[in-house]
């Protein structure tokens, strides 16, 4: 017979397999008993959350605050946690079913939407088809874009499924003009601030042995820096540059703050630079 010491081990373990908090119908169902998921709380091996939930004492402050509410971790807040290209997030977004009755949010964003994918009653973050439907009708265009061909990019969703999917006007839109060859969310800013150009416009174009962020025309380079633009990385764009220049190429060099608060020097620059001619071939 397993030792009550050894049956609270195991319990233990399976709140850690399942992220840290879990649902005790859950674990009785996986044949944890009520009186080992109790003993294991009474001896602080766990924590008991709220009814029906208990978790590790050292859990993810996020998924134990979405537990406590009742509620999922969604839109741009779950976006961030999975490592997704997100401008700002002012406060956390969490998702709520319509028939959820009164939730503790307390200084949280409630989207009380129908998810495009069911959650399941053990979900506390919402899965990346919910994310990005959600994404896409709280933030702007141009933001929810970045999020999306971050997503596609690092590989966790196919436009393809996304399609398939009963989405709302402003997700179906991105599923149009969405693409994973962005290399950065500042990138996905671009195409649509300047697609009045009636130009082309390639992404991550292959020119003199590496990746511009985009080519304009047929000579025009625009290169957006981020924060890891320093030092060797710095001195690589710098020679990149005049490589590009000997080619013929003319290259705008811009910024993270100059392309998220100040887009209109951008593309005061680019129009400019068009109007002299600088994206044709000689």
């Known amino acids: 017979m397993t030792s009550l010491p050894s049956k609270t081990s195991l319990a233990v373990d399976a709140v850690r397999k399942a992220g840290g908090v879990a ?6 169902a996986d044949g944890h008993s009520p009186y080992v998921i109790a003993h294991t709380v009474a001896d602080h091996a766990l924590v008991r959350v709220r009814r029906g939930w208990v978790a590790q004492p050292d859990a993810d402050d996020d998924l134990v605050g979405a537990a406590k509410r009742g509620v999922v971790l969604t839109c741009v807040t779950q976006a961030r946690r999975l490592g997704l290209w997100v401008l700002d ?13 009164l939730v503790h949010a307390d200084d949280r964003h409630v989207h009380w939407a129908r ?5 399941q009653p053990d979900a506390l973050v919402d899965p990346i088809e919910n994310v990005l439907a959600l994404v896409a009708d709280c933030r702007p265009r141009d933001h929810a874009l970045a999020v999306w061909e971050s997503a596609l990019q690092k590989g966790l969703v196919s436009i393809e499924a996304m399609r398939r999917l009963d989405l709302g006007p402003a997700a179906r839109l991105l599923c149009e003009i969405a693409s994973p060859w962005s290399d950065s969310g500042l990138e996905s800013f671009v195409v649509p601030r300047l697609r009045w150009l009636r130009l082309p416009i390639v992404p991550q174009a292959w020119i003199a042995g590496h990746r511009v962020d985009f080519l304009i025309g047929e000579r025009l380079v625009l290169q957006i820096d981020g924060g890891h633009h320093v030092g060797p990385q710095r001195d690589s764009d710098i020679a990149h540059d005049a490589a590009l220049m000997l080619m013929g190429y003319h290259v705008v060099r811009v910024g993270y703050r100059a392309v998220v608060e100040r887009w209109h020097e951008v593309q005061d620059v680019v129009m400019r630079a068009v109007a002299q001619g600088l994206h044709r071939a000689a």
């Open 89 to 101: 997030e002012t406060k956390p977004h969490v998702g709520a079913p319509a028939h959820a009755g």
């Open 23 to 28: 649902r005790t119908p859950r674990l009785i």
């Open 115 to 119: 998810p495009v994918v069911p959650r």
